[in-house]
């Protein structure tokens, strides 16, 4: 035997018989995986979550697993992929693709994280009898010879045409808002977050640089805001007659005002709508001389008084230069909120005898002005809550504009109970809500109260969640407000950069689901006609044979029924028509929906996959119109933490930041250490507020604690030098350096955000009172120290207090009193 032999002749056979099956094994494991992968491997994300985001859109995946196949929509948002043009090459639609705006990726969803109602009904409509749908599949982006004729009588040419035009316009949704509202239709969905995400900026007397607006929209659109309530009031460039009502300096050029409008719908997508007060909240207005006479009270300038001939004119002045500037927005937010003076004057109080008749009189006059400019009108609801449900449906208000209920506080029921909700339900289709990010705790503050804010809008959440079944068109969608002042004449609530991660985390409340199983009904805008060579065919609802109503999960409320029945007889152009009945057309999917067969069945991965756990992740594939219905739990403190850590380009921490809301760090203090848009002025206002607090605890220590420095030791001149010196100078000069220091470094920290003039006003607004009292204190120190002899006691009072207070008891026959002081 050879000495390199190491087994014996009996051992040979059973080494052969194992190598073999280690070799059958490996081969059987390496067919399973082909088989179970077969476009390969790819790198799989963190099963966390993964933040993916290019142009501002934002997009969280949770488990792993999937395919890339039944994943494409997935794989569009990782990187770019090949379809097919208008001139029939391949292209490849991404970052890199010259077609779309900047370079950018185009939108991943539009409003909500469904698929697009457009682009999925074509699909589903044409796949397995279409020969370009099979040539031109969205996933492999084949090509497809044009020009042959189909059985429809439409050239492949014109099917491809429609094709592209659908797939441009599902990623680019702000292009939807160039059709009028007479060519949408309105209808209803259900998901597991709210699909309409908004963000509100209020720029009134302190309007941030278009650069830093531009910063925070990317911002809030990487966090799943996909909307914009602007409310302008005086840095609008109001023209004409209405010239006054601009502010002296500083507010917006009329092109400053278009490129903010178009980079926020056309570069971001977003839906962009305007806020112009038109009854209350209007003291820009009415505090001008010109417009003196239109006031409810002569003294006042909050309100309008609506029996003036003149004020419907102005309003409707007002509301045309606002639309010439938003010319692709479906809807004007018109306020209408807290109109304090109503029926106050003499003309009121002849034109009516209650005043709900007047306010509903005169938010018809103006909604009707803005229907007929083919605009929703969106009202402030607080105006509404105490009107009875019969004169509302009286009025008609119900068919006109659309009421937005606003809550800042964590307890929303407090404030709109059952009753309102139900009264709502019954005059309104749809319903908006407002919570808060900034603006609502305190006209004073500097920073907002993050936890409190959080709290606000995940009460929201619930409580549509539980009340959006009432309204046939459910919720038109949220908006996260962000007051700059409780009103004009109001001082500087918090400046923007301050709210930055205020803004952030409670966006990722809002658009990150709380529940596979959370199910709030959506009112979702569809073009009425995007193909001509589709046909609908109604049956009774007899002939039904299944439903297709999404009914949400643990809902007790009834849904209007809808079922879906097959044709007896097929379309002219080869395909199955499926009916479609309902008692509420309104509340249905796209009615454009056609029979495909099993074998031809395009597996599209549902919009919100089942939310990951801590024991796993699931890789259970929806269809596209089903809705979850088994309960997964998972930790959404979690997600929103890590979200927000990477947004903010935040340091890893060892407390996720929900745990450090509840329990010490309300205010997001830990978001100093972050990079973010306006941090350098973010972290100079947690040292501005540490400073003032031991300012103001010092004057009042000296003032009022210590007994050397008092006001009653200033007014005679009596103290001890050696105290004077221990109790001011040994602190307060180093308190003026420092708050020297830090005045300036607000100036440098908002010179690229704000004008000159905002930051003035917010330093003498927070600082100047400090340095006043500071000042005071060192000079009645000075003048203290320097006294080198003293009057004998008793030191008399001054007659002025002895008035003042109206000591009538008081001897006069003594001499207790200094006459001169």
Same mark, same amino acid.
């Given at each position: ?48 979550v993964n933040f993916i985001s290019d142009n501002g859109e934002r997009f969280v995946r949770y488990g792993f697993g999937e395919s890339s196949a039944q994943h494409s929509r997935q794989q569009y948002v990782m990187g770019p992929r090949p379809v097919k043009g208008r001139t029939g090459k ?448 109604? /049956?009774? #609802? =007899? @002939? *039904? $044979? &299944? !439903? ?11 849904? %209007?029924? +809808?079922? /879906?029945? #097959? =044709? @007896? *007889? $097929? &379309? !002219? ?11 509420? %057309?309104? +509340? ?8 495909? !067969? ?224």
């Amino acid at each position: 035997m050879p000495e390199f032999c190491i087994c014996t002749k009996s051992q040979r056979p059973r080494l052969f018989f194992t190598f073999c099956f280690l070799f059958s094994l490996i081969t059987v494991l390496i067919s399973s995986l082909f088989f179970y992968y077969p476009d390969g491997f790819k790198t799989t994300p963190s099963p966390n979550v993964n933040f993916i985001s290019d142009n501002g859109e934002r997009f969280v995946r949770y488990g792993f697993g999937e395919s890339s196949a039944q994943h494409s929509r997935q794989q569009y948002v990782m990187g770019p992929r090949p379809v097919k043009g208008r001139t029939g090459k391949i292209e490849e639609v991404g970052r890199h693709n010259p077609k779309h705006h900047n370079g950018h990726q185009p939108p991943f969803h539009h409003g909500a994280d469904e698929d697009d109602p457009l682009l999925l009904d074509y699909i589903e409509g044409h796949h397995h009898d279409d020969p370009v749908m099979q040539n031109n599949n969205l996933d492999s982006g084949g090509s497809s010879s044009g020009g042959n004729s189909r059985a429809d009588g439409l050239s492949e040419s014109a099917v491809q045409s429609n094709l592209e035009r659908i797939r441009h316009q599902s990623h680019h949704p702000f292009e939807r808002h160039h059709l009028s509202l007479s060519e949408l239709e309105q209808r209803s969905n259900f998901s597991q977050i709210i699909d309409s995400r908004l963000i509100h900026l209020d720029l009134k007397g302190a309007p941030a640089k278009v650069s830093y607006i531009k910063e925070v929209l990317r911002l809030a659109k990487r966090s799943g805001i996909n909307g914009l309530l602007l409310e302008w009031e005086d840095t609008f460039p109001w023209q004409g007659h209405l010239a006054n009502l601009s502010l002296i300096q500083g507010s917006y050029s009329q092109e400053e005002a278009e490129e903010i409008v178009a980079y926020a719908e056309r570069t971001l997508g977003l839906e962009v709508i305007p806020l112009v007060q038109t009854f209350g909240h209007v003291e820009f207005v009415l505090k001008m001389e010109q417009f003196r006479h239109l006031r409810e009270l002569e003294g006042d300038p909050q309100s309008f008084c609506p029996s003036k001939s003149g004020t419907l004119v102005l309003i409707q002045e007002m509301i045309d230069q606002i639309l010439d500037m938003h010319k692709n927005s479906k809807y004007i937010h018109i306020g209408c909120d807290e109109v304090y003076n109503l029926r106050s004057c003499s003309l009121c109080t002849a034109a009516s005898d209650y005043r709900d008749e007047l306010f509903l009189k005169h938010v018809i006059d103006v909604a009707s002005y803005v229907r007929s400019k083919a605009r929703i009108p969106i009202i402030w609801d607080d105006m509404l809550r105490s009107v009875p449900i019969r004169k509302l449906n009286d009025s008609g208000i119900g068919q006109l504009v659309e009421p937005m209920v606003w809550v800042y506080a964590e307890d929303v029921d407090r404030f709109v109970g059952w009753e309102s909700w139900e009264k709502y339900a019954e005059v309104f289709p749809t319903i908006w809500a407002a919570a808060a990010f900034k603006g609502a705790f305190g006209e004073t503050l500097s920073i907002p109260p993050a936890s409190r804010h959080a709290d606000n809008v995940q009460r929201w959440i619930d409580v549509l969640t539980r009340e959006s079944p009432k309204w046939s068109q459910g919720v038109g969608g949220l908006v996260l407000t962000g007051w700059m002042r409780y009103d004009h004449f109001s001082v500087l609530c918090e400046l923007l950069p301050a709210a930055v991660p205020s803004l952030v985390y409670t966006s990722l409340v809002l658009s990150t689901p709380s529940s596979s199983t959370n199910s709030i009904k959506n009112r979702i805008f569809v073009p009425k006609h995007p193909l001509q060579s589709l046909e609908v065919t109604t /049956v009774p #609802s =007899s @002939s *039904s $044979s &299944s !439903s297709i109503t999404p009914i949400p999960s643990g809902s007790n409320n009834e849904m %209007p029924s +809808s079922s /879906v029945t #097959s =044709s @007896s *007889s $097929s &379309s !002219s152009n080869g395909l199955d028509p499926i009916s479609i009945t309902t008692d509420d %057309p309104l +509340s249905q999917p796209s009615p454009r929906i056609f029979r495909r !067969s099993a074998r031809n069945f395009r597996s599209i991965p549902h919009p919100r996959i089942l939310m990951a756990n801590r024991d796993g992740f699931s890789n259970q594939r929806l269809h596209a119109r089903e809705v979850v219905t088994q309960p997964v739990i998972y930790d959404k403190g979690e997600v929103v933490s890590k979200l927000f850590e990477e947004i903010l380009m935040c340091p890893n921490h060892h407390t996720r930041v929900d745990k450090m809301l509840r329990e010490s760090d309300a205010d997001l203090g830990f978001a100093t250490r972050c990079n973010f848009p306006g941090v350098a002025f973010f972290r100079t206002v947690f040292r501005v507020r540490s400073l003032l607090d031991d300012i103001w605890e010092l004057e009042a220590k000296i003032s009022r604690k210590r007994g050397w420095v008092t006001p009653y030791n200033i007014r005679h001149n009596y103290s001890l030098p050696l105290r004077v010196d221990e109790v001011v100078f040994g602190q307060v000069p180093r308190l003026q350096r420092h708050l020297v220091i830090l005045a300036n470094s607000v100036v440098n920290s908002l010179k690229p955000i704000f004008p000159q003039e905002t930051i003035l006003e917010w330093i003498e607004q927070n600082m100047w009172e400090a340095w006043k009292a500071l000042n005071k204190l060192e000079k009645a120190g000075d003048t203290l120290r320097n006294i080198k002899v003293w009057p004998r006691r008793p030191i008399l009072s001054p007659t002025k207090m002895v008035d003042d207070l109206r000591l009538t008891a008081l001897d006069e026959s003594e001499n207790t009193v200094d006459t001169e002081m």
